[in-house]
């Protein structure tokens, strides 16, 4: 098993930035992959942001791409979603998610475990 804590969800004003962290704990040499999704109240989980724990080699969706930065330290096991030019389009709980056996949490049916989530605000 693997335990996955996120931290870093706030409140900020539109054009403002987060970032979010997500510990990994237990099996973590399981981990292939780790990724951020989220969740917008009355709306499905939809992926956000993911990396390839071993290379480095990441992937957005396009609506974040340019404004989100994900990256990983395999020393810490810790990943990072850093948010930049946030909208209120981006509200939404966050959820930190890792895939493993060869599998990148690219959707959710590809995710073996999930992160309680955190809450991010985007103001207008």
């Known amino acids: 098993q693997v335990q996955l804590v996120e931290s870093g969800g706030g409140t900020v004003e539109a054009g403002g930035s987060l970032r979010l962290s997500c510990v990994a704990s237990?099996?973590?040499?399981?981990?292939?992959?780790m990724g951020w999704f989220r969740q917008a109240p009355g709306k499905e989980r939809e992926f956000v942001a993911a990396?390839?724990?071993?290379?480095?080699?990441?992937v957005y969706q396009a609506s974040v791409k340019g404004r989100f930065t994900i990256s990983r330290d395999a020393v810490k096991n810790t990943a990072y979603l850093e948010m930049n030019s946030l909208t209120p389009e981006d509200t939404a709980v966050y959820y930190c998610a890792a895939g493993s056996a060869g599998a990148a949490p690219l959707s959710v049916s590809r995710v073996d475990y999930w992160g309680q989530g955190t809450q991010v605000t985007v103001s207008s």
């Open positions: 990396i390839l724990w071993e290379a480095g080699d990441s």
């Open positions: 237990g099996r973590t040499f399981s981990i292939y992959g």
